[in-house]
Nanobody, 125 residues
């Protein structure tokens, strides 16, 4: 069994920065491609960013490209989402997820087998 726990969410002003973390326990963290998704009230959960097992490949949604950075530390079983120049439309619950199969540049929710409980990010204007 794999458990994912997000942290680092909170309230931030537009233009500010925030760093989310997701720590994974259970089976070997290195076996999983990892991703971040988000879900705003009344909207579908959407892809934000993904990173390959080694950390060598990353991909981002167009809406966050150039502002957000995904990374991982395999020694700490943790992934991060550095969020810079945040906007009110970035307000959402952010979820991390683990994919044991193939790395995909534009993954869907169904690609990921394991999910965290989410952390709220609120951006004030």
């Amino acid at each position: 069994q794999v458990q994912l726990v997000e942290s680092g969410g909170g309230l931030v002003q537009a233009g500010g920065s925030l760093r989310l973390s997701c720590t994974v326990s259970g089976r070997s963290f290195r076996n999983y491609h990892m991703g971040w998704f988000r879900q705003a009230p009344g909207k579908e959960r959407e892809f934000v960013a993904t990173v390959s097992r080694s950390g060598g490949f990353t991909s981002y949604a167009d809406s966050v490209k150039g502002r957000f950075t995904i990374s991982r530390d395999n020694a700490k079983n943790t992934i991060y989402l550095q969020m810079n120049s945040v906007k009110p439309e970035d307000t959402a619950v952010y979820y991390c997820a683990a994919d044991p199969d193939s790395f995909t540049l534009t993954p869907r929710r169904s690609n990921f087998d394991y999910w965290g409980q989410g952390t709220q990010v609120t951006v004030s204007s």
